[in-house]
């Protein structure tokens, strides 16, 4: 425990991870309600037919937040110092200070995941008041099995950026591509056309948690082939798989190398 909240003192002391907190809060509200006009105009035209996904694409697209966090977790340690401070890296004082690396990857994980829960109940409530706002009494009802879904989502994603930077331990890499694949395309839409695997791909099963429910909003392309559950669990088996490897590389590197 003392490691966890060593973990915990860390994150918040870093300078950017009030910008993950800033996009994983206000984003997914600012989507949602830039979402909720254009479908209020569908509803008063009376060719609505998505209502029931309105404000989930928010915190699809706020997943940017705890990939931020995930990242800065690791690249964090390897960042150099300055000279002033000895040219050493965080690193090598969190090996000293907790001797053993796999409890120094569980605490890190713990925080991460703490933070990443309490950040995706915020971006709910802001999210469904900006939906409210907006729709009024053509508000959609957030039901409470999506709501959880999308907490494990992002939770899982935090995790996701963390093994990944852990095997990098760069954090331009997986920062760039989890960015660009939760945003501008998802590389799980493009290998789709290929292969119907690609559903197994985490950021496509992961969102079968709580998103593509509507079969008249899904279409031909984000067709349903998993269930919420099933798409946790592959989610989670994608995590599980990158964190075991992401261990066993750190617990064999060379910290000074």
């Known amino acids: 425990m003392r490691a966890f909240n060593a973990e915990l003192s860390k994150l918040f002391s870093l300078p950017g991870i009030w910008l993950a907190f800033l996009i994983g809060a206000i984003a997914p509200a600012v989507i949602a309600a830039l979402d909720s006009i254009a479908e209020k105009e569908e ?3 009376g060719v609505s037919t998505r209502l029931s996904e309105v404000g989930y694409i928010g915190l699809v697209l706020g997943v940017q937040g705890v990939i ?3 990242v800065l977790a690791v690249s964090s340690e390897y960042l150099t110092e300055s000279s002033e401070s ?3 890296q965080q690193i090598t004082t969190s090996l000293t200070v907790v001797s053993s690396r796999l409890h120094f990857l569980l605490a890190k994980a713990g925080a991460v995941t703490v933070i990443s829960i309490l950040l995706c109940i915020v971006a709910i409530m802001t999210t469904v008041s900006a939906t409210h706002l907006v729709l009024g009494e053509y508000a959609p009802a957030f039901e409470w099995q999506r709501l959880i ?3 494990c989502y992002w939770t899982f994603t935090a ?3 963390l093994g990944i930077t852990l095997l990098t331990k760069n954090g331009i890499i997986p920062l760039a591509v989890l960015m ?7 590389f799980s839409v493009l290998l789709y056309r290929v292969t119907k695997l690609a559903v197994y791909l985490p950021d496509r099963a992961g969102a079968e948690m709580f998103m ?6 899904t279409g031909s392309l984000f067709v349903r082939y998993n269930t919420p559950f099933t798409g946790g669990l592959v989610m989670l088996a994608w995590v599980v798989v990158i964190f075991i490897a992401a261990a066993i590389v750190f617990h064999r590197r060379d910290v000074a190398a």
């Open 159 to 161: 995790l996701l950026a």
């Open 149 to 151: 879904g999308a907490i």
């Open 86 to 88: 000895g040219g050493g």
């Open 68 to 70: 931020i966090l995930g």
């Open 43 to 45: 509803i008063i035209a």
């Open 212 to 217: 593509f429910t509507s079969d008249t909003f």
């Open 180 to 186: 660009i694949n939760s945003s501008v395309v998802s």
